[in-house]
């Protein structure tokens, strides 16, 4: 079998965590998958890959020789972008995944992006799932938080941070909170997505760490549906500033314990390794960069 063609079947399990999966970004059958990884493995001596009947795991040895089929195919492909002349010119369809509450503040760039380069086309998706970038062939996700697979790439675009609020209704029927540890006694509306799950961390006025474990009617993977729940006084939230920040200046929502300082988040670009980005992908991060460090005041009003 051909050598370079089983490095890239071998790279592909190893990237998917299966040989079906490989089977279906390659287009060709998981048989031919699994004659690929054999042959590799026949002619190094050594065994690459873990099997199980569920998915696939690589060795030690594996781990090391991946790392190096990586740095090879990466060469291999720029080496063509660079006799085809596709780098100089970003083209081709750009598949990005946002998350919900960042597609307004993607938009624009997407729109200079499209403008300025005729040759490129946008399959722009949204949703709160991490999605899976090459199972899903995706070129790069935008998240609110670091995603959860550190294989992956991440370019930090912005940072956040949410803010303590409630309604002047919920402070009339339930009083005033005067100290962290009282969140307990309230309802507390929590996202799904916050990566301390139900421990809300703060830093206090000297910069110490400080947090507190909350419970309450409702938790949702929706910005949004968090954002009603507190303005019509159903409990207390933790929310993106740039979110309710609206809110905050007409005094639909009143902001809580200021002293306390939620902990900051970045917005990021997500992407799978490469050695050598594509120049639609290169030129659309590039874009995102600038446009949110002119943002970044807007991005974090409570700053």
Not at 91 to 115: C, D, E, N, Q, W
Not at 122 to 136: K, P, Q, T
Not at 144 to 152: E, F, H, K, R, V
Not at 189 to 200: I, Q, V
């Amino acid at each position: 079998m051909d050598r370079l063609t089983s490095i890239e079947v071998f790279s592909r399990v190893a990237e998917t965590g299966g040989f079906s999966a490989a089977a279906r970004k390659l287009n060709m059958s998981t048989t031919m998958v699994s004659n690929h990884v054999q042959a590799l493995e026949e002619r190094l001596g050594v065994r690459l890959l873990h099997r199980t009947t569920r998915k696939v795991n690589l060795t030690e040895i594996g781990k090391a020789y991946y790392d190096r089929c990586v740095q090879i195919l990466a060469d291999i492909e720029q080496a063509d972008d660079i006799a085809g002349e596709l780098q100089s010119v970003p083209r081709g369809t750009l598949r990005i995944h946002v998350a919900t509450h960042m597609v307004p503040f993607v938009a624009g760039v997407v729109a200079k992006l499209l403008s300025t380069y005729p040759e490129v086309k946008v399959d722009l998706r949204m949703g709160e799932a991490n999605v899976d970038l090459i199972e899903e062939g995706y070129d790069v996700a935008l998240r609110m938080t670091p995603p959860p697979d550190s294989s992956l790439i991440v370019r930090s675009l912005a940072t956040w941070r949410h803010v303590l609020c409630c309604s002047h209704n919920y402070l009339e029927k339930h009083g005033r909170v005067q100290q962290l540890a009282e969140l307990t006694e309230h309802n507390c509306a929590r996202h799904l997505n916050y990566p301390f799950g139900d421990e809300w961390r703060f830093f206090d006025r000297k910069g110490a760490p400080a947090s507190v474990r909350i419970s309450g009617s409702l938790v949702t993977n929706s910005g949004e549906a968090l954002r009603r729940t507190v303005i019509e006084g159903a409990g207390i939230g933790l929310l993106a500033g740039f979110l309710v920040r609206d809110d905050l200046d007409s005094g639909r929502l009143v902001r809580l314990l200021p002293e306390y300082r939620p902990v900051e988040m970045s917005m990021n670009a997500v992407y799978p390794h490469r050695h050598h980005l594509s120049a639609k992908v290169r030129t659309f991060i590039d874009m995102l960069v600038q446009h949110s460090a002119e943002q970044q005041k807007l991005i974090n009003p409570y700053s």
